[in-house]
């Protein structure tokens, strides 16, 4: 089998260096070929590449491409933008990624939980005044997404002792977990969070997700994190909710914009936790060891990892 590799990524030339210096020496007996190095002949062989945010125009010169391997673990661009190609497209799925994201999940789950906010307020202020203390069995987490990311933060949740519901496309099954799922029970589970958390996929049907409509279903008092994609929730919408004290925070970590306009109004809200999109970055000798198992299997057996559904986008 043709073992040589395209390498494309939209990424500073360090970055790149980085990651060829991590994944290179896994791969022996393949040849990784950064794209602006790939000869004409090399082109028109290359079955399978390495990519982070590639340029599809990139991906269009490679006719034998049978699948890419998405450094990521989200890959809506690649859907978006490359809607007509026939390669499978396989994202990052790493148990670290998954455990890093659940300690985020937990770090600002608690932050929420013991009103660090509030508090951070009353010290600028000069504020010296006591809340009340909520049992951790009664503040209602909802985690939209039971997927790679959402599971692990549904476990770390319970081992701390959090109510948790989740909701997902098709119904789960998670021991001591409310579980919802569909947009006929979107409601049901919107109406029971005090802290709702997104970790769902950005696709055709949640982008605007969480819009006016949706975000009046959290209890007053309730607040949000989104640790996936900006377009999911309607950020003006949520401005609003924030601004009349419908809801009480929200911690963001990704936004339609990144990163984030200076003239962005998110920046100045005292309701708001602005995050540079650092809740679950990718481990670089976790994900190499990964990407690297993933082309030994298939230059060994032919076989493709598991890909996205494109019907679906996610
Ligand atoms: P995943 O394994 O594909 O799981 C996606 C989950 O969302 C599944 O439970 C799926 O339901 C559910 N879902 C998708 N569309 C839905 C819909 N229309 N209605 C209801 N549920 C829906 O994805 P993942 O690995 O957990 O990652 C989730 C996202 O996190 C990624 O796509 C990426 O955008 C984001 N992410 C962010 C960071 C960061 O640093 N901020 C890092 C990594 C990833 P089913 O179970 O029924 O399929």
Redesign the pocket.
Same mark, same amino acid.
């Given at each position: 089998m043709n073992r040589q590799i395209a390498f494309i990524g939209k990424m500073a030339s360090k970055d790149q260096d980085a990651w060829l210096a991590a994944i290179r020496p896994l791969l022996v007996d393949a040849a990784i070929i950064p794209y602006e190095e790939i000869s004409p002949e090399q082109r028109m062989n290359i079955e399978v590449a390495i990519v982070a945010n590639p340029d599809p125009k990139d991906l269009a010169t490679l006719p034998a491409l049978r699948w890419v391997q998405s450094l990521w673990? /989200?890959v $809506?661009r690649l859907v978006v933008e490359l809607p007509k190609v026939n390669f499978d497209i396989v994202r990052m799925?790493d148990p670290n990624?998954a455990s890093t994201?659940a300690e985020a999940v937990l770090a600002w789950t608690y932050y929420l939980h013991r009103d660090m906010p509030k508090y951070l307020f009353q010290q600028k202020h000069k504020i010296w005044q006591q809340g009340d203390l909520r049992e951790l069995k009664d503040r209602n987490i909802g985690i939209l /997404?039971? +997927?790679?990311? +959402?599971r692990a933060a549904v476990e770390k949740l319970l081992l701390n002792g959090f109510n948790v519901s989740g909701? =997902?496309?098709?119904l =789960?099954n998670m021991e001591g977990v409310k579980c919802f799922a +569909?947009m006929d029970q979107l409601a049901d589970i919107l109406a029971k969070s005090d802290i709702l958390i997104c970790?769902?996929?950005?696709?055709a $049907?949640?982008h605007g997700l969480l819009n006016d409509k949706r975000l009046r279903l959290l209890p007053t008092g309730a607040s949000i994190i989104n640790? =996936?994609?900006g377009q999911i929730i309607d950020q003006d919408a949520l401005l609003r909710h924030l601004e009349n004290a419908h809801l009480d925070h929200a911690v963001l970590?990704?936004f339609e914009t990144e990163p984030l306009p200076m003239t962005s109004a998110l920046w100045d809200s005292p309701k708001i936790t602005v995050l540079p999109?650092i =809740?679950?970055?990718t481990n670089t000798r976790t994900a190499s060891e990964i990407v690297a198992r993933n082309l030994m299997t298939y230059f060994e057996t032919g076989k493709i990892p598991e890909s996205i559904s494109r019907p679906r986008g996610?």
């Open positions: 673990a /989200g $809506e799925i990624l994201m /997404g039971l +997927g790679q990311l +959402g909701w =997902s496309r098709r =789960s +569909g970790l769902l996929p950005l696709t $049907e949640t640790f =996936s994609r970590d990704v999109h =809740s679950a970055p996610y």
